[in-house]
């Protein structure tokens, strides 16, 4: 079992959708939880963090966790052509000092 | 605009030959991370440092890689006698004391012919 999995994609929504990506993890004890985009060709960037169960917004996009679930989400409101990228969920297990563990990422497509 | 540059962005070699790759974090970021990422894939952690301490080397970490963080700012990471299979985007990440949050370099992409 992959220490962080997520949803298979090619995800595809419409501009203006709300697009949903998911995101489990397998080591109950993980404390730190991350989403990074990746245009083609780039580097990750940081989108949002979360550590707390429960959500979290940020302007169109909201982080979802539920530890017991052993389950993270990121919504993006109002997709953007923009938007377009690979989203990467990556988790930090007990040590904050530590790597990332990431998952293989899910593409994203919004179209116009 | 994460501060955090790498050198060469490009590097296309031939089998056999030494690599040397460069990242330089601010200088708030005592922390500093390599991650290696292969098509379709998530990046795969290598080593990181604790200014200049290396704390934790990654399996993936053969013999043929090493890594240094001499003073404790910049870092080098050599491969040497490349194979094919280390053709990858070699990312680096800071992070700030008391912080958890990486923030990438341009990463640089090595192409083994």
């Known amino acids: 079992q992959k220490e962080v999995e997520q949803n298979s994609g090619p995800l595809s929504v419409p501009e203006g959708a709300i697009a949903s990506l998911n995101c489990t993890y397998s080591?109950?004890?993980?404390?730190?939880f991350f989403w990074y985009r990746q245009y083609s060709g780039k580097s990750p960037e940081l989108i949002m963090f979360i550590y707390s169960n429960g959500d979290k917004e940020d302007g169109r996009f909201t982080a979802q966790l539920n530890k017991a679930s052993q389950y993270v989400s990121l919504l993006i409101r109002d997709s953007q052509p923009s938007d377009s990228a690979t989203y990467l969920c990556?988790?930090?297990?007990?040590?904050?000092?530590?790597?990332?563990?990431f998952g293989r990422g899910t593409q994203l497509t919004v179209w116009p | 605009d994460t501060g955090v540059s790498q050198d060469p962005r490009h590097k296309i070699t031939k089998r056999g030959q030494n690599v040397t790759f460069r990242c330089d974090p601010i200088s708030e970021h005592n922390r500093l991370y390599w991650y290696r990422q292969t098509l379709g894939q998530g990046p795969e952690f290598l080593t990181y440092f604790q200014n200049e301490a290396q704390l934790e080397k990654s399996r993936l970490l053969s013999d043929r890689f090493s890594a240094e963080r001499p003073k404790g700012s910049f870092s080098t990471l050599e491969i040497q006698r490349t194979e094919q299979g280390d053709s990858a985007m070699y990312l680096c990440a800071g992070v700030k004391t008391a912080q958890e949050t990486q923030y990438f370099g341009p990463g640089t992409r090595l192409l083994v012919l």
């Open positions: 080591d109950r004890g993980s404390q730190s």
């Open positions: 990556a988790v930090h297990r007990g040590s904050t000092l530590g790597r990332l563990y």
